[in-house]
Every structure is written in structure tokens, then in C-alpha cells.
């Protein structure tokens, strides 16, 4: 019996804290309508972009048109590997390609 009035005491409890979440959220609701419109809209929206998105955007221009390598300095390379002038710094590739071994999966 005692569990009964227990049980019925928390479902009781249950309906009352939902009926406040409800009441709570209908209140939060109008105040923010009030609030909407009690404040004055603007007579036109504007943006502004700063000198360094603009910036960015003529980059990012230049970038897509770039062909993507300089092709004087491959010409350049060419001739002096066909000349054998071309010299690799065995020291100096080696650090970069474990640089980059590094920067890959250190």
C-alpha cells in the first residue's frame, strides 16, 4: 500500500515538472518574440571585408591560375642534368627526406 502512494506521489511529481518545463519554455518563447520585436530592424544589412580576406582572395586567385611549377627553373635543371653540372648534395637530401619521414608520420 505504501508503495502505491509512493509510486502515485512520483508520477504526481513527474506531471508537475513537466507542466513547469512546458509553462517555462511558452514564457521563454514570448519573451524572446517580445523581445524581437520591440527592437527596430535595420534599414539595410551591410558586410565589410578586411584588407587581409582580400588579400587571401586575390592569393588563392594567383594560385588556382598558377600552372603549379616554375617552368624556367625546370628547363634550367634540365640542361645542367644533361650537361652533368647538375650536383646533388647527398648530405642535404638526406636530411630533407628524413625531414620529411619525420613531418609524415613523426
Known amino acids: 500500500m505504501v508503495n502505491q502512494v509512493n509510486k502515485g506521489n512520483q508520477q504526481a511529481s513527474v506531471l508537475t515538472n513537466t507542466k513547469q518545463q512546458k509553462v517555462d519554455l511558452q514564457r521563454d518563447n514570448t519573451n524572446t518574440q517580445v523581445a524581437q520585436s520591440a527592437s527596430p530592424k535595420a534599414a539595410s544589412d551591410s558586410v565589410s571585408i578586411t584588407p587581409q580576406a582580400q588579400q ?3 592569393l588563392q586567385d594567383k594560385a588556382q591560375q598558377s600552372t603549379g611549377f616554375d617552368s624556367d627553373k625546370v ?3 634540365k640542361k645542367a642534368i ?4 647538375y650536383q646533388i648534395d647527398n648530405e642535404k637530401l638526406a636530411k630533407n627526406l628524413a625531414d620529411f619521414e619525420f613531418d609524415v608520420y613523426g
Open 75 to 77: 628547363a634550367e635543371l
Open 56 to 58: 587571401l582572395k586575390t
Open 82 to 85: 644533361t650537361e652533368g653540372k
